[in-house]
């Protein structure tokens, strides 16, 4: 059981260029989100899912597309680098949405744009 | 939209002693969250609070759930070195906010031996 798994750990962008970062979780869980972490700011909600097909826009989507195909999956992608999202970004899922149970994070992707 | 504010930035203590930090919100939540990041790590789970008025422990670690459902506390008895982190507070509101958590700034701690 390897609970949330993010790929890469680290990234090193030019300005403009695009990547998707990857989540997996292998916990059945129909939750799954995704933050971004900079100092002093704590964690922000970029996008969610609620399940299989269905996404939603957190605090600060823009520049950020998702999409969840699969249960297990929830790759982010980057359409057009900038500065501005050099940054940690966590992967979570969770069973109930927070409720009885808290969200399980992945152990993060630095990015850096250049 | 929802803010939390948590306080204090951060904390500067010996080993042994107890820490207390809290967090406020603009807004209800029906559920208040507790995390711990470790340098280079996801935030861990630590306390789940599910209720108003609710008080729950887990090890040296206590965490309440105010009564008005906008603020928290979580405190920390007899503090070791390991306890060093950066702790996080978040809360989830109810309708159409399900899913989705509120996090505060964070409390790192410091943990002289």
């Known amino acids: 059981n390897a609970g949330v798994t993010q790929t890469p750990k680290f990234q090193v962008l030019k300005t403009g260029q695009s990547m998707t970062l990857q989540c997996a979780q292998d916990m059945n869980h129909e939750y799954m989100s995704w933050y971004r972490q900079d100092p002093g700011m704590g964690l922000r909600l970029i996008h969610y899912s609620v399940g299989a097909g269905i996404t939603d826009q957190g605090e600060v989507p823009n520049g950020y597309n998702v999409s969840r195909s699969t249960t297990e999956d929830f790759p982010l992608r980057l359409l057009s680098a900038a500065p501005s999202q050099t940054s940690v970004y966590f992967c979570?899922?969770?069973?109930?949405?927070?409720?009885?149970?808290?969200?399980?994070f992945g152990s993060g992707t630095r990015l850096t744009v250049v | 939209g929802q803010q939390l504010n948590q306080s204090p930035q951060s904390m500067f203590i010996q080993e042994g002693e107890d820490v207390s930090m809290n967090c406020t919100s603009s807004?209800?939540?029906?559920?208040w969250l507790w995390y711990k990041q470790d340098p280079g790590e996801g935030p861990v789970l630590l306390i789940a609070l599910y209720k108003a008025g609710e008080l729950t422990s887990n090890g040296r670690l206590t965490a309440q759930f105010g009564i008005t459902r906008k603020d928290s506390f979580l405190n920390i008895s007899a503090s070791i070195p390991s306890d060093v982190g950066i702790y996080f507070c978040?809360?989830?509101?109810?309708?159409?906010?399900?899913?989705?958590?509120?996090f505060g700034q964070g409390t790192i701690l410091t943990v002289h031996p």
């Open positions: 979570a899922s969770s069973v109930t949405g927070g409720f009885r149970g808290g969200y399980t």
């Open positions: 978040a809360g989830q509101a109810g309708g159409t906010s399900y899913g989705k958590l509120t």
């Open positions: 807004s209800i939540f029906n559920t």
